[in-house]
C-alpha cells in the first residue's frame, strides 16, 4: 500500500486537522467569480428543453431565487446553443444577471457559439472530441499521440473564442463517459478521469488560457473524492491550482440522493477542497439548491475549531480505497460488516417491543416470534433505560457500566464513559466492552495497554466544530501504532431538522468510511430512532461498506432527457426498492447513460422520444422498447437473469 509522506501530505489538502480551504486561483465568471477567497458558490442545472425559452428563463429564476449563483443548460446542438440567447436576453429583462453555462456534450460547433453568448462552456474530454464505442483498443505512444493531436487541433479554436469573448470553461470528466482511447491507457480508475481533464488542460496552458474550472465526477462517492485527491496532485505537481467544481453524478432522489451527495461532496469540503458545488438529484432543480446550501454553510467560521494535534507522517494512501484491518471481537471488525448502533439512551418512556419497529424488527404477539429486516440494528444503546423482555436474536443491548453490572442480562455489553472508568471497573464482559475515546485519550498512559485487551471496541466520540478531522486524527494514532482495535465511530446531533442530520451525519461518518476506517456506526440525535436508523443504513450503503437495499444511478435529468425521469424513477423504485444488492441505472438520454451505469448490474436508457434501450452490465439487451412497455420489460429482464425476488411479507 503507498504511503504519503508528511510532505506529499500538503499536496492533496492544506492541512489534515486544521481547517483551512485549499488555495485556488480566480477565476472570473461574469460578475461572480470564482476561487480564491470567494465563497464556495452553489449552481443547478435545469430540465426543460432549451428550446423552450420561457420554461427555461422561468426555471432559471426559480433556481436563482432559491440562492443559485450560476444556471446551468444544456446545449446538444447548435440551435439549443443560439437560443441561449434568447434565454439571456429575457432573464436580464426580468433584472436576473446570473452567470449562465452551456454544458456542451459531443458539438463541438454548439459549444464554439454558446461561448459567444453565455458566461461559461462546460465540456466533457471524454466525448467532446473523441470517441466513446466501449471497444477494447490498444494504442502505441505514435498512436495515442495522433489522436491527441487530433483533438488538440478540435479543441484550440473553442480556446481562442473564449478568450476573444472573456468566457470561462470547465473541463469536467466523468467517470462513465471516459473514451475508448483513455480507457485503453488508464482503464476504468481515478486516474484514467484525472488524466482525460489534464490532456485538455495543458492545451490550455500550451494557449495561455487559464479561466479554466475543473470537476471530476462519479456516481461512486469513493472514485469522485480519489479522483479530485489525485488531480490536486497532479496539478501541485505541474504548478497548476485551478478551482474545482464538486459533485457526485447520478445521485438519485430522496433521502439516498442527497446522502451520497454529502458522502462524496462533504468529505471534500470537510478538507477545504471545492469552490463551487452542485447536488445532483432526481428532482427539480430548484430542490438541489436547499441542499447544497446546507452543505456549504457548515464551513463558515470552521477555521474557529478547537486545535487538533497535527500529523507528521499519514499511514495509508487517501489516493486508492482499502480497508483497514482489525480484529474480530464478538461480531464487530474483522470480516464483518460496519454494525450500526441505534441509541434509545434518552427515551422517556418505557422501551417495549413495538419500540424497535422503527430499527428494523417486527414482532408477532400471537406466535412471540421476532423477524428482523435487512435495515435492522446490530445493537441497541439504552444507557440507564432497562429492557424487560428477551431480544431478537442477532440484537444486543448496551448498558451504562453501573446498569449492565446489576442487570446481569443475557446477550447485553457494557459501556465506558472514559479509559479511567474502565480501568477502575470492577466487573467487565469477558467477550465485548465498549470503551469511549475522545482525543485526549490517545496521550492517556493507558490508552497504548488497552489495545491490547481483545475484548475491547473503541466507540470514538467528538465535541470539535472540526470533528471528523478530529476523529481522524484518532484513527490515525490507532494505525500508525498498528492497533487492530475495532472502531465505532459515533456523532452526536442537536438539530431537529431531518435533512441536516443526513447531510451532517453523512459527511461526518462518510469521510471516514470512504477512506476505510470504522467498523460501525453510532448516531445519537433527537429525531426519531426510525429515521436516524434508515440514516445509517443509507451512509453505509452510499460508502459501498454494507449494502441493505437496491441502489438506484439515476440521472439528474436536464433538457436532453427523453422522458418523465422523476415519474419513471418512482415506478422502478416502487416495483425494485427489495432487491438487496441490485444496483439500477435510470438515464434520461446516452451522454453518460452507458457509461455512467458501467457499475450497475442493469440499465435504463432514453434513446429516443417514448423510446427506451435495456441494458445488462454495459450490453445493449434491448433496443427502441416503447416507454409504455419498458419497466415491465426491466422486470422481465431482471427476472430472466435471476436476480428477481418475489415480495413476501419478509423482503
Known amino acids: 500500500m503507498s504511503v504519503l509522506t508528511s510532505t506529499e501530505i500538503k499536496t492533496y489538502c492544506e492541512s489534515l486537522t486544521a481547517y483551512k480551504r485549499r488555495v485556488s486561483r480566480v477565476v472570473n465568471i461574469g460578475d461572480v467569480p470564482m476561487g480564491g477567497e470567494y465563497p464556495i458558490r452553489i449552481q443547478s442545472m435545469t430540465t426543460t428543453d432549451t428550446m423552450d425559452t420561457v420554461g427555461t428563463v422561468e426555471q432559471s429564476i426559480r433556481m436563482i431565487d432559491a440562492g443559485c449563483n450560476y444556471v446551468r443548460i444544456t446545449a446538444p446542438s447548435l440551435k439549443e446553443a443560439e437560443n441561449l440567447q434568447n434565454i439571456k436576453n429575457e432573464l436580464h429583462k426580468r433584472g436576473y444577471k446570473a452567470p449562465l453555462i452551456a454544458d456542451i456534450h459531443f458539438t463541438p460547433n454548439a459549444a464554439e457559439m454558446a461561448a459567444r453568448i453565455v458566461e461559461k462552456v462546460r465540456v466533457n474530454p471524454g466525448n467532446y472530441a473523441d ?54 491507457r488508464y482503464g476504468d480508475t481515478p486516474l484514467g478521469m484525472v488524466e482525460s481533464a489534464m490532456e485538455f488542460l495543458r492545451i490550455c496552458e500550451e494557449n495561455d488560457y487559464k479561466q479554466i474550472v475543473l470537476s471530476m465526477k462519479s456516481s461512486n462517492p469513493i472514485v469522485m473524492v480519489q479522483a479530485y485527491r489525485l488531480l490536486i496532485t497532479k496539478m501541485d505537481t505541474e504548478g497548476m491550482n485551478y478551482p474545482l467544481h464538486l459533485g457526485v453524478t447520478e445521485a438519485g432522489e430522496g433521502e439516498d440522493g442527497r446522502i451520497k451527495s454529502a458522502a462524496g461532496i462533504g468529505t471534500l469540503l470537510e478538507d477545504g477542497i471545492g469552490d463551487t458545488i452542485r447536488v445532483s438529484l432526481t428532482e427539480d432543480p430548484e430542490f438541489e439548491v436547499p441542499v447544497a446550501r446546507t452543505l456549504v454553510s457548515r464551513y463558515t467560521g470552521r477555521e474557529k475549531h478547537s ?42 418512556e418505557a422501551i417495549t417491543e413495538a419500540s424497535l419497529f422503527g430499527i428494523g424488527y417486527s414482532y408477532n404477539v400471537n406466535t412471540g416470534n421476532w423477524k428482523a429486516n435487512d435495515q435492522a440494528a446490530d445493537y441497541i444503546y439504552t444507557g440507564d433505560n432497562t429492557i424487560n423482555f428477551s431480544l431478537q436474536q442477532g440484537l ?13 442480562q443475557e446477550s447485553s455489553y457494557p459501556y465506558f464513559k472514559n479509559i479511567d472508568e474502565y480501568f477502575q471497573a470492577k466487573e467487565k464482559s469477558d467477550t465485548l466492552n465498549f470503551v469511549s475515546l ?46 487492530d482495535t475495532p472502531i465505532i465511530i459515533k456523532r452526536e446531533y442537536s438539530t431537529t431538522n431531518t435533512d441536516e442530520l443526513r447531510l451532517y451525519a453523512a459527511t461526518d461518518a462518510g469521510a471516514l468510511l470512504i477512506d476505510g476506517m470504522g467498523e460501525g456506526l453510532w448516531l445519537k440525535s433527537p429525531i426519531a430512532p426510525a429515521t436516524v436508523n434508515s440514516i445509517g443504513f443509507g451512509i453505509l450503503q452510499a460508502t459501498r461498506t454494507r449494502i441493505s437495499k437496491t441502489e438506484y444511478i439515476s440521472c439528474p435529468s436536464c433538457g436532453r432527457t427523453l422522458f418523465n425521469l422523476q415519474q419513471v424513477t418512482a415506478q422502478i423504485h416502487e416495483r425494485t426498492s427489495h432487491l438487496k444488492g ?26 429516443g422520444i417514448g423510446k427506451i434501450t435495456l441494458y445488462k452490465g454495459k450490453q445493449v439487451v434491448q433496443r427502441n422498447i416503447s416507454s409504455e412497455q419498458a419497466v415491465d420489460a426491466l422486470i422481465t429482464l431482471i427476472k430472466d437473469n435471476g436476480d428477481w425476488v418475489e415480495v413476501t411479507e419478509e423482503t
Open 131 to 184: 470517441k466513446k464505442k466501449f471497444e477494447q483498443l490498444n494504442y502505441t505512444d505514435d498512436s495515442y499521440d495522433i489522436e491527441l493531436e487530433r483533438i488538440r487541433q478540435r479543441f484550440v479554436p473553442l480556446i481562442k473564442i473564449c478568450k476573444e469573448y472573456g468566457t470561462a470553461m470547465r473541463i469536467g470528466a466523468n467517470h462513465g463517459s471516459l473514451s475508448d482511447r483513455i480507457m485503453s
Open 582 to 607: 441490485v444496483k439500477i441505472g435510470i438515464m434520461g438520454c446516452v451522454v453518460n447513460g452507458p457509461g455512467e451505469m458501467a457499475d450497475a448490474d442493469y440499465g435504463y436508457v432514453g434513446t
Open 396 to 408: 444486543s443491548a448496551i448498558y451504562n457500566i453501573k446498569t449492565w453490572a446489576k442487570l446481569k
Open 307 to 348: 486545535a487538533i494535534p497535527a500529523i507528521t507522517h499519514l499511514p495509508y494512501s487517501p489516493l486508492e480505497y482499502q480497508k483497514h484491518e482489525t480484529r474480530e471481537t464478538n461480531n464487530i471488525g474483522g470480516k464483518n460488516h460496519p454494525r450500526i448502533i441505534a441509541d434509545f439512551s434518552e427515551r422517556k
Open 438 to 483: 475522545k482525543i485526549e485519550g490517545i496521550k492517556n498512559p493507558s490508552f497504548d495497554e488497552l489495545n491490547k485487551d481483545a475484548t475491547l471496541v473503541w466507540i470514538i466520540e467528538t465535541n470539535n466544530l472540526h470533528g471528523m478531522a478530529e476523529q481522524r486524527r484518532i484513527l490515525i494514532e490507532l494505525l500508525e501504532k498498528k492497533y
